[in-house]
């Protein structure tokens, strides 16, 4: 009897688990069709030529980061805006030549603006960055990196298009790849991952949920800052100035979407797995102020694809009906297949899509593991902020 029970109860666990595997499944063909949809049949609304010429102020915060300034400044400052626009680059209490190569910038245009902040009590830029919006003239805003370079001339006039076009927008989210000519590895995989997350809040945010964006490319009318009282529902986070205000302020009325390739700002990636990781720990706290429906979306998608593979391989090894699961796990590559390879095809990388199958595994086991790792591990990312708040109105 004994026997029977255990058994009986051995099946009713692969029964379960082989119906978690289903689920798990047809979510992930559920979400990749919805990706598919969007990058194929629903255009980015921004992906049309601006109607009116608004005047704009870029700005870009730098913490030693004279190199980069020297390489990627001008790229900035050649663009071919024929609106009023400046660009404020806030020295932000860097300790080598970053101000001295501003200044050299400064004589020859004078577009530039240079705010510098001596205080290093803030960590992160959202001090930099509010310094820079207040001093900003204009009421759009268009926010970059010091280690980003427009592809294009006309990025100003393109990110704007949708501002331009709907008054009611506010925000428009755009898109910020890896450099693509580094060798190896760890930039093939930083770019896939890249492009995952940008696919995920691409189609999120045209679907109506936009929940984050990232600042390496991002405009935003400074009203909505404004209305958000600033960043300081979220000072005691030292990372998240882009992802939080988006996930704060954002609604579906008021964000577009736009990778038109004329929008890319390219950076380069991470050296080295461990600075790698290190960053990925500090925006992976960020996530954790997102809101409650967006943390639970989210999870579902990442959990979906968590359980597809593990499931997949357990359920093999065990033996435990092979053809179901080996039938379902192939629907799933042939989505995916045809949603990746228009992804990589409309965000011109499509060098990765012979590497997709491995970049998938990969990201199911960055998910499953190191994700909660990182998640777990004591975060250095928070901060005691002082007494006065960056936001205090704009005069």
């Known amino acids: 009897m004994a026997a029977i029970m255990s058994i009986f109860s051995r099946e009713l666990i692969f029964t379960a688990f082989l119906w978690l595997f289903v689920l798990a499944t047809l979510v992930q063909v559920f979400y990749a069709i919805l990706v598919w949809y969007v990058f194929s049949i629903k255009p980015a609304p921004g992906n049309k030529p601006p109607i009116s010429l608004p005047g704009v102020t870029v700005i ?11 390489v990627n400044l001008p790229g900035i400052l050649a663009q071919q805006y ?36 001596d205080s290093k009590n803030h960590p992160g830029k959202k001090m930099a960055l509010a310094e820079g919006i207040k001093k900003a003239e204009y009421a759009l805003l268009l926010f970059t990196d010091a280690d980003c370079q427009p592809v294009s001339k ?3 006039s393109r990110m704007l298009a949708p501002l331009s076009l709907d008054q009611q927008k506010e925000m428009v989210l755009g ?52 209305r958000a009282g600033g960043f300081d529902s979220h000072l005691h986070i030292a990372s998240g100035d ?19 390739p004329e929008t890319f700002v390219y950076s380069k990636g991470k050296s080295s797995w461990k600075a790698w990781f290190r960053q990925k720990k500090r925006h992976l706290s960020a996530g954790n102020a997102y809101k409650v429906t967006d943390k639970i979306l989210l999870a579902v998608i990442s ?21 179901i699961v080996f039938a379902l796990w192939c629907m799933r590559q042939l989505v995916m297949l045809i949603m990746y390879r228009k992804v ?25 593991t190191l994700v909660p790792l ?8 928070k901060w005691t902020p002082n007494r006065a708040k960056l936001f205090t109105g704009f005069t």
């Not at 101000?99 to 240079?114: D, P, S, T, Y």
């Open 374 to 381: 990182f998640l777990m591990l004591k975060s250095d990312n």
């Open 344 to 368: 990589f095809w409309v965000l011109k990388d499509k060098s990765l899509f012979m590497h997709y199958l491995m970049f998938d595994f990969m990201l199911a086991f960055y998910l499953g």
């Open 154 to 156: 006309h990025w100003i």
């Open 242 to 260: 882009d992802d939080l205000l988006v996930n704060a302020a954002a609604t579906s009325k008021n964000t577009s979407c736009i990778y038109h």
């Open 303 to 323: 959990l979906s694809l968590v359980l597809h593979y593990a499931l997949f391989v357990g359920l093999l090894i065990c033996g435990y009906e092979t053809w």
């Open 175 to 226: 898109f910020a790849p890896m450099d693509t000519s580094e060798p190896g590895l760890l930039n093939r995989w930083t770019r896939f991952e890249t492009i995952a997350t940008a696919m995920q809040y691409f189609t999120l945010a045209t679907l109506g949920n936009p929940y984050m964006g990232v600042g390496r490319n991002l405009a935003i009318r400074k009203s909505v800052y404004t």
């Open 60 to 70: 870009i915060c730098a913490r030693n980061e004279a190199p980069n300034i020297r």
């Open 82 to 117: 024929s609106g009023p626009w400046e660009l404020i680059v806030v020295n932000d209490a860097s300790e080598d030549e970053t101000l001295a190569v501003l200044q050299e910038f400064a004589l020859e245009n004078g577009r530039l603006k240079i705010v510098s902040i």
